[in-house]
């Protein structure tokens, strides 16, 4: 059974930053590759930005260049560093793992900015 569990949503101004943190558990897992989505209130699920478990990165226009996204291999986490956050990326923040071919989804995690 995998799990994904996130952590570190709140309340942050405009202009502010935060980091999300998602572990992946189970037995003996493999991780190819590890993403963040977000929903906003009344909108669809949109893909954030990738990490494969060798590094690469990429990223949706909307965050490039305020979002980072890195990983810890031994530790089966992903993070999601953002910084200069404005009121739209207000949303709930999933992870998703692709583990065996099989994307596995956290509960998520609610990021609110104010203005």
């Known amino acids: 059974q995998v799990q994904l569990v996130e952590s570190g949503g709140g309340l942050v101004q405009s202009g502010g930053s935060l980091r999300l943190s998602c572990e992946a558990s189970?037995?003996?897992?493999?991780?190819?590759?590890m993403a963040w989505h977000r929903q906003a209130p009344g909108k669809e699920r949109e893909l954030v930005g990738t990490i494969t478990w060798g590094g690469e990165t990429s990223y949706s226009d909307s965050v490039k260049g305020r979002f980072a996204i890195s990983r810890d291999k031994f530790k089966n986490t992903v993070y999601l560093n953002m910084n200069s956050l404005k009121p739209e990326d207000t949303a709930v923040y999933y992870c998703?793992?692709?583990?065996?071919?099989?994307?596995?989804w956290g509960k998520g995690t609610l990021v609110t900015v104010s203005s």
């Open positions: 189970g037995h003996r897992i493999s991780i190819s590759a």
């Open positions: 998703k793992a692709r583990i065996y071919g099989v994307d596995h």
